[in-house]
T-cell receptor
């Protein structure tokens, strides 16, 4: 199936740990994104890469580091996890100035 | 699943009725708008989009209306079905070059059989 996929779907970890979430798209899109959705369903852009180049970097703690090994992958690494990082993280992809296609989400729970 | 105590604006409609979900946007420079549907436990799913040079666009059972004068966007769903039950988000593109989307707070559509 052509889609945006994320792993893992659920991630439960303790404060202070470092974790990564992986994202892959096989839609041939040039641009990929990471969003955070909080418990109130508010969805906010974190990062965007276009052809492996960072183009959006919102006010996000530097504990969050995106990495794009190629234009089909955008991974999110989080250091020193905090309770407030608990959320659902969505990866998305698009072509320029068109609709974004979202992955199924990764529910991160920090205890 | 849904969080306990989640208080989204909610629209409750009977199956078969038409639904209208409204959204106000803030940036008059935004030139591209999208409606997304998010079912419980899933990612947002594209429904329909509209560019600022249009005021109406129709899809299958859905219509988006754009009023730039009052910065208002609406999504109309005809003959609402139980499968339409979800949270609906509007999003505005404030920066065409980066395709940065700003999402609204979301509206929960509850379809009563």
């Amino acid at each position: 199936d052509t889609a945006v996929s994320q792993t893992p779907k659920y991630l439960v970890t303790q404060m202070g740990n470092d974790k990564s979430i992986k994202c892959e798209q096989n839609l041939g899109h040039d641009t990929m994104y990471w969003y955070k959705q909080d418990s109130k369903k508010f969805l906010k852009i974190m990062f965007s890469y276009n052809n492996k180049e960072l183009i959006i970097n919102e006010t996000v703690p530097n504990r969050f580091s995106p990495k794009s090994p190629d234009k089909a992958h955008l991974n999110l690494h989080i250091n020193s996890l905090e309770l407030g990082d608990s959320a659902v993280y969505f990866c998305a992809s698009s072509q320029p100035a068109t609709e974004q296609y979202f992955g199924p989400g990764t529910r991160l729970t920090v205890t | 699943g849904e969080s306990v105590g989640l208080h989204l604006p909610t629209l409750s409609v009977q199956e078969g009725d038409n639904s209208i979900i409204n959204c106000a946007y803030s940036n008059s420079a935004s030139d591209y708008f999208i409606w997304y549907k998010q079912e419980s436990g899933k990612g947002p799913q594209f429904i329909i989009d509209i560019r600022s040079n249009m005021d109406k666009r129709q899809g299958q059972r859905v219509t988006v209306l754009l009023n730039k004068t009052v910065k208002h966007l609406s999504l109309q769903i005809a003959a609402t079905q139980p499968g339409d039950s979800a949270v609906y988000f509007c999003a505005e593109n404030r920066s065409g070059a980066t395709n940065k989307l700003i999402f609204g707070t979301g509206t929960l559509l509850a379809v009563q059989p």
